[in-house]
């Protein structure tokens, strides 16, 4: 069984800055493919970076220049730096994990990340 557990959500001012952090565990194959998507309020889940375990990264259009996505693989846990936070980017923001060849899909619970204007 494979855990996913977000931390580093809060509230921050129009402007700051935030780092989402996710603890993996459990039986996670070198195979992999780690992300972040969020989902406000009356929308659906949008995919906001993924990493693979080669280290490519994806993003969407409206984060590149101010996310970054990495990954520690010694210690299984995947990283979000926020920049230039802005209101749009109020969310719950979801850790992903897409295990080994068959890519089984996991998720984290989630964590609130709120920008006040």
């Known amino acids: 069984q494979v855990q996913l557990v977000e931390s580093g959500g809060g509230l921050v001012q129009a402007g700051g800055s935030l780092r989402l952090s996710c603890a993996a565990s459990?039986?996670?194959?070198?195979?992999?493919?780690m992300g972040w998507y969020r989902q406000a309020p009356g929308k659906q889940r949008e995919l906001v970076a993924v990493?693979?375990?080669?280290?490519?990264?994806n993003y969407a259009d409206s984060v590149k220049g101010r996310f970054t996505i990495s990954k520690d693989n010694a210690k299984n846990t995947l990283y979000l730096q926020m920049n230039s936070l802005k209101p749009e980017d109020t969310a719950v923001y979801y850790c992903?994990?897409?295990?080994?060849?068959?890519?089984?899909?996991?998720w984290g619970q989630g964590t609130q990340v709120t920008v006040s204007s």
């Open positions: 992903n994990l897409l295990n080994g060849i068959f890519k089984t899909p996991y």
């Open positions: 459990g039986n996670i194959f070198n195979i992999n493919v």
């Open positions: 990493v693979a375990n080669g280290g490519a990264t």
